[in-house]
């Protein structure tokens, strides 16, 4: 099986609405809603699992019902952090998927995400264990000195830019944080996944990515977004 895991454990106060970021409604429709479609309509994903803000968990069911989210089969609360929600994800569904089943974790507030993406980090993973949607960095770029200067060039073409969704086999998700609580990593890097691979010296592979395909963080991100809605809905795509 595939699975999505949709993480909605955040609060995204930088947007500066009065509810988290992945519920704020574009076109009277929660950012969320939006996400979780596209992995409920892909024909290669069997299950949703959303990882949510406890205070709106009873909101995401009555979403659920209204938008026919019928892939959506697991509900369980949100971390502190980024690895605290996807810890519990993927905890809640030890013991209900198989070892060799794919896991795709995605940001809730993410909804630009096609279908492409999805297929591609299912099919890496499938090859390599694990697959990271990536791009390549295209702006120019340099080491900052301090908040006021940059005097050091970063070649551009060596810099991988990651996003989700990320693509991992369950036990290798599973291997990967027991062994990161275990020698004290997870404590010690970034709180994302992928911080830690690297302290564990685990490659990451890259699958498909998309310039578009951007978290929604601030206010400006929203009105992006309402435009790419109304986009879709002129060529008739939602």
Not at 214 to 237: A, H, P, W
Request: hydrophobic share 35%.
């Amino acid at each position: 099986m595939n699975i999505a895991v949709i993480l909605a454990g955040g609060v995204g106060s930088r947007v500066g609405a009065d509810r988290p970021k992945q519920f704020i409604e574009i076109m009277d429709k929660p950012v969320l809603a939006y996400t979780v479609e596209k992995f409920n309509t892909h024909p290669e994903i069997d299950a949703i699992e959303i990882v949510c803000v406890e205070s709106h968990i009873d909101y995401l069911k009555e979403m659920i019902a209204e938008y026919k989210l019928n892939k959506v089969k697991w509900i369980t609360k949100g971390g502190d952090t980024f690895q605290g929600s996807v810890k519990n994800g993927v905890n809640n569904l030890k013991g209900k998927i198989s070892d060799d089943d794919i896991v795709l974790v995605h940001f809730g507030a993410s909804p630009f995400v096609e279908h492409d993406l999805i297929t591609d980090a299912i099919k890496v993973c499938k090859e390599k264990g694990n697959a990271i949607s990536t791009t390549n960095f295209i702006l120019l770029s340099g080491l900052k000195d301090d908040e006021t200067k940059s005097t050091t060039y970063i070649d551009r073409d060596t810099v991988a830019c990651m996003n989700s969704p990320h693509a991992f086999n369950f036990k290798f998700i599973c291997d990967l944080y027991e062994e990161g609580e275990r020698t004290g990593v997870i404590n010690k890097v970034e709180p994302h996944t992928t911080t830690m691979m690297y302290a564990l010296k685990k490659p990451i592979y890259f699958s498909k990515g998309s310039q578009t395909n951007i978290k929604i963080t601030t206010k400006e991100d929203l009105d992006l977004f309402e435009g790419y809605v109304l986009l879709k809905q002129k060529r008739g795509e939602l």
